[in-house]
């Protein structure tokens, strides 16, 4: 489902993700229910959600914006592959990137950092985060493409 179609039938029920995102992995969209964590510099939790059946849903990190540190690699994206997780948007930075160019997933994230994140166990899952101008709950559903992330309360078609 393309953004830019979503948008011109539903731009009242949309909300766009307004950060410089890079798209990785070679599924080039994505659409999914939304599972949110707030973390800062510890990807302690995202490996612990990741390792949960994905049931088709999308993880949204809010990682603070943090491009210093990175909350995923190959290992992990290749974990939410296998646990069913549709992709993964984060407000933070990644490593691996050419290894997850190749994975059959959709990641969006800011930036790509080789340092590896904290092991400390901080962070939240299901919280209401807020990145990018939107305001993203549990739940909500999430749309990407190259052209953008998009945000709504609900399922949309087209």
């Known amino acids: 489902m393309k953004t830019a179609d979503l948008i011109d039938n539903h731009a009242?029920?949309?909300?766009?993700?307004?950060?410089?995102?890079q798209m990785l992995g070679?599924?080039?969209?994505?659409?999914?229910?939304v599972q949110t964590i707030k973390c800062f510099e510890d990807n302690t939790v995202v490996r612990a959600q990741l390792e949960q059946s994905g049931e088709g849903r999308i993880l949204v990190?809010?990682?603070?914006g943090s491009t210093r540190i990175a909350l995923l690699g190959d290992m992990l994206a290749a974990l939410a592959i296998k646990n069913g997780w549709t992709g993964i948007v984060l407000n933070a930075a990644i490593r691996d990137s050419a290894e997850i160019a190749h994975l059959?997933?959709?990641?969006c994230a800011l930036a790509t950092s080789p340092v590896k994140s904290a092991k400390e166990g901080w962070g939240k899952v299901g919280e209401t985060i807020h990145?990018?101008?939107?305001?993203?709950?549990?739940?909500?559903?999430?749309?990407?493409?190259?052209?953008?992330?998009?945000?709504?309360?609900?399922?949309?078609?087209?």
């Open 26 to 33: 070679k599924v080039t969209s994505m659409a999914g229910p």
């Open 131 to 158: 990145i990018g101008g939107t305001t993203i709950a549990p739940g909500d559903w999430l749309y990407a493409d190259a052209d953008g992330v998009l945000v709504s309360r609900r399922e949309l078609t087209i």
């Open 12 to 21: 009242k029920d949309l909300s766009l993700i307004y950060l410089p995102f």
């Open 104 to 107: 059959q997933i959709m990641v």
């Open 61 to 64: 990190v809010d990682g603070g």
